[in-house]
């Protein structure tokens, strides 16, 4: 090799013709639709426009250049410019993207680089609009894994903005192929989204799944009303591979992988529940599901008892609970009493009755655990429950259930074990009427009495005038129920011991006057 006494430019105009040629057998030789190609080719053109090659020697004689490509490691290509043969110092046996940069970076001394990728890169998306009107399920699965393949390529190195952003791309690409015929529209809207979601749970399975879990959970949301909208429209008779392709998506995503459990749960509830309503369709997933007890399907199965109204088969699945399970036999619950089927809808709540203290205290933010016992006990109102098990249940609520257990208490009229619990819990003033002490206060005031002597006392302790001004408030209202309850005289002796324990906290005795507490 000689010394390189040549620019790159005057390489390039030399061997002008033999550039193009070669960059003609490259375009027709690799295709944008192939992950690998479109990835050599980014890859390629990214190396070149970072500044990634550099001529080392030009022989004129032989036709032969040599250049460095800086990668992980650097490697060193040599190019034969007449015969169109290159090698590379690295593994790579078929064309590697070292040699097509260099190759790029001579091509753009004389041409535009960009406006090749450009043209190349147009082949796909007329190949996509071809697959596009084609109206087969393998077209459409074509045209979202190539869209899918063109921006996935490299996310495990990069940051969750980078992947989220590359998702939109890929969503706003797949609006250009939709069908232009209205009816073909939310099928098309459904069908992609989904299988767009079986690759994103492909790729989570591989890689952190908190990188995917935002954007899965907000389009299965979004799957859900699209299923509404076109089950609500007009079937198109010949939508039903469509319809058949839908139900093998589902299968790969719930039963055959394993991230994300309460999310795939999500999706297949969604599925059987809105979109694939057909007795025939349900009753032959469900003989799929027998077929394959080996797999963990008890919930995806005790959802179809549900759908076809077998509860001796339901009843033998809810003895498996899993405390973990609990939000998803919640919805399974919902379900039975959205259906007005009262025999299922016992069967789940009594079987999740044991596992309810285990999962508030155990698998539940502290944050979510009350308004979790709130939709659970709600669902408990519809269903007869003997007073014994009732209470049982309060006991697994816990601190929870306080809000449950005083609409119980009251319901049953035993208002003096209201005010015990709210005494056993510490309740504040503003929970305990949030709770219903207006009703008890209405009912019978003699019994909250204690309650309120309680709750002033606390506020006594705090030893400022805020404080003494929040009790005189809570007095006034023992007040009050004193006075219903007939309680005069109690009262009266009630406040002059007030009076004379606190005789030495002046700030609190000038607040007592000022509420004008005795009757």
């Known amino acids: 090799m000689l010394l390189l006494s040549h620019s790159l430019f005057n390489i390039a105009v030399r061997y002008q013709s033999h550039i193009q040629q070669w960059m003609e057998t490259i375009s027709e030789d690799l295709h944008p639709s192939h992950q690998e190609d479109e990835e050599l080719v980014r890859r390629a053109s990214f190396s070149v426009r970072n500044g990634a090659v550099r001529a080392l020697s030009y022989d004129p004689y032989e036709h032969l250049l040599e250049a460095k490509v800086q990668d992980v490691s650097p490697c060193i290509v040599t190019l034969h410019l007449v015969d169109e043969q290159v090698t590379c110092s690295c593994p790579e046996k078929r064309l590697c993207r070292h040699c097509l940069a260099v190759l790029f970076s001579l091509y753009m001394q004389k041409f535009s680089l960009s406006e090749w990728l450009q043209e190349w890169r ?73 299988m767009l979601l079986r690759l994103l749970f492909d790729v989570s399975e591989d890689m952190n799944e908190n990188m995917f879990r935002a954007t899965i959970q907000t389009d299965i949301e979004d799957i859900q009303h699209q299923l509404l909208n076109l089950s609500s429209k007009p079937r198109l008779f010949s939508a039903d591979p469509f319809y058949d392709a839908l139900v093998l998506h589902v299968r790969h995503i719930v039963y055959e992988l394993e991230t994300m459990a309460d999310l795939r749960f999500n999706l297949f509830h969604a599925y059987w529940v809105i979109l694939l309503t057909e007795k025939g369709r349900r009753e032959q997933e469900f003989a799929y599901l027998q077929e394959n007890k080996s797999l963990n399907n008890d919930l995806f199965r005790a959802l179809f008892c549900l759908l076809l109204k077998i509860p001796d088969e339901l009843k033998l699945i809810t003895d498996r609970i899993h405390p973990s399970d609990m939000p998803e036999w919640m919805h399974l619950a919902k379900l039975a009493k959205e259906q007005e089927d009262l025999p299922s809808l016992t069967i789940i709540l009594h079987a999740m009755r044991p596992h309810i203290f285990d999962y508030v205290n155990s698998h539940l933010s502290a944050w979510n655990r009350s308004v979790f016992v709130s939709k659970l006990y709600a669902l408990y109102k519809f269903i007869e429950m003997p007073d014994a098990e009732r209470e049982q249940l309060f006991w697994q609520f816990g601190s929870f259930g306080v809000r449950a257990y005083s609409d119980f208490l009251i319901d049953q009229h035993r208002y003096k074990d209201w005010v015990a619990l709210h005494h ?95 009757l």
């Open 424 to 518: 056993r819990f510490g309740s504040t003033l503003d929970y305990a009427e949030s709770c219903g002490m207006k009703t008890v206060l209405q009912e019978a005031p003699e019994t909250v009495l204690p309650l309120y002597h309680v709750l002033a006392l606390t506020e006594v302790r705090e030893r400022n005038r805020h404080n003494y001004k929040q009790a005189v408030r809570i007095w006034k209202k023992m007040k009050s129920a004193a006075k219903k309850s007939g309680k005069t005289e109690y009262w009266n002796s009630y406040v002059s011991e007030l009076q004379a324990k606190y005789r030495r906290l002046r700030a609190l005795q000038e607040e007592i006057q000022k509420g004008n507490l005795p």
């Open 122 to 194: 147009l082949k796909k998306s007329e190949q996509l609009s071809l697959l596009a009107n084609e109206r087969t399920p393998e077209s459409w699965n074509a045209i979202v894994q190539s869209t899918f393949n063109a921006v996935s390529g490299d996310w495990s190195w990069k940051e969750r903005y980078f992947i989220d952003n590359s998702i939109i791309q890929m969503k706003q690409k797949l609006k250009k192929f939709m069908p232009f015929e209205r009816e073909w529209q939310p099928l098309y809207d459904v069908y992609t989204k989904t």
